[in-house]
C-alpha cells in the first residue's frame, strides 16, 4: 500500500479566529495545552498543523473516526497512536517542521522517520569555516571531503543540511531521540542534485561502516530551500526495497486539512486571544521593541 506523504507550508499561514478556534477543536486535550504554552505564533502554528496532519492521515488510512484516534508520545517524545485498529494494520507515522514547512509522512509494513531542513545561514556565526568546526564531530570524515569537494559556499551549505536532514531522519525512524552518536551513521550520497517536487532513492547508509541494506530513503525538495528526508527500514525482511516511492509530497491548504475533522471539544475564545496576541517569532518580538523604544 501506497505511503502517505503531506506537507503545509505554516510559514505564511495567517490563521483567522474561525480557523484557530476550529482547529484547536479538533485536536486532543493535552495536545491543545501543549500547543497553548508556545511563546511564538509560528511554533504554535507549526505544532497545530502536525496534529491535524497525523489524525487526517489515521483517519483516513486506518478508517478510524477522528473522534476516537488517541495519541500518546514515547519516552522519547516521538508521537505513537494507542487506539486498537480493527484490522491489526500497523502504520507508522511521523512528523517534522522546520523552515516554513510542517510535514508527515507515513507507511505501512515500514518504519517511518522524517526530516525537513531550510537551507540558511545560522544566526550567530561568523563565517561558514566556523560553523562547519562547531559541527564536526556529528560528520564522518567522508562526508565533510564529500561537502568540501563542492564548488561554493552555498553548495557546502546545503550538502551540510542535507546530511544533517538524513542523519535526523534515521535517528527519528528509530525514535531513540538526542545522545546517538551521528558519527556511527555515514550517508553516501549517488545523487548530486536533488529535483523539486520528486524523489531520488539511491542514497546508501553504512552504519559502524557496514552497508545497511534494509533501509531506504527519499530524498526530495519541497522548493529551492527546504530539503526532506525520508527514512524507511523494513520491518519484516532485509531483502532490498523494491517498492515506488509517491510521486511526491502533497501541498496542503487549510480547508484540506481540516475537511474530514470532526470538533472534539466546545468552541474556546479565549484560546484564540491568547494565540492572537503571540509574537509571530524572535525577530519580529524585537522588532516590536525596538519601534516601542524609539
Known amino acids: 500500500m501506497e505511503g502517505v506523504r503531506l506537507a503545509f507550508k505554516y510559514a505564511a499561514w495567517k490563521p483567522t479566529r474561525e480557523e484557530w478556534i476550529k482547529a484547536a477543536q479538533c485536536i486532543q486535550q493535552d495536545e491543545k495545552d501543549r500547543i497553548g504554552k508556545f511563546v511564538f505564533g509560528r511554533d504554535a502554528k507549526a505544532a497545530m498543523v502536525g496534529r491535524l496532519l497525523m489524525r487526517k492521515t489515521i483517519s483516513k488510512k486506518l478508517c478510524l473516526p477522528w473522534k476516537d484516534i488517541e495519541l500518546v508520545r514515547s519516552d522519547k517524545g516521538k508521537p505513537l497512536l494507542k487506539t486498537p485498529t480493527t484490522n491489526g494494520e500497523k502504520l507508522s507515522f511521523n512528523i517534522a517542521h522546520q523552515g516554513d514547512f510542517t510535514i508527515l509522512a507515513a507507511n505501512f509494513e515500514q518504519t517511518v522517520g522524517v526530516d525537513v531542513m531550510k537551507v540558511e545561514r545560522p544566526n550567530g556565526i561568523k563565517g561558514l569555516s566556523e560553523f562547519f568546526r562547531t559541527m564536526h564531530r556529528q560528520y564522518t570524515d567522508y562526508e ?30 528509530l525514535g531513540i531521540g538526542i ?42 525538495r519541497l522548493d529551492n530551500l527546504h530539503h526532506v528526508a525520508v527514512a524507511l527500514k523494513q520491518q519484516h525482511r532485509t531483502a532490498p526495497f523494491s ?3 509517491p510521486a511526491g509530497f502533497q501541498l496542503l491548504d487549510f480547508a484540506t486539512l481540516i475537511s474530514s475533522a470532526e470538533p472534539m471539544c466546545l468552541a474556546d475564545e479565549e484560546y484564540w486571544l491568547m494565540f492572537s496576541k503571540k509574537p509571530e517569532n524572535p525577530s519580529y518580538m524585537k522588532k516590536e521593541s525596538s519601534t516601542t523604544s524609539n
Open 144 to 173: 565533510w571531503q564529500t561537502i568540501h569537494a563542492l564548488d561554493n559556499d552555498w553548495e557546502k551549505l546545503a550538502s551540510f543540511y542535507r546530511f544533517w536532514c538524513l542523519k535526523e531522519s534515521y535517528v527519528k525512524a
Open 179 to 220: 545522545g546517538f552518536r551521528l558519527r556511527r551513521i555515514e550517508f553516501h550520497l549517488k545523487t548530486r542534485n536533488v529535483p523539486v517536487g520528486e524523489f531520488v532513492t539511491d542514497t546508501q547508509l553504512f552504519i559502524d561502516g557496514k552497508f545497511a541494506s534494509e533501509w531506504q530513503f527519499q530524498e526530495t
Open 243 to 245: 517498492e515506488k516511492p
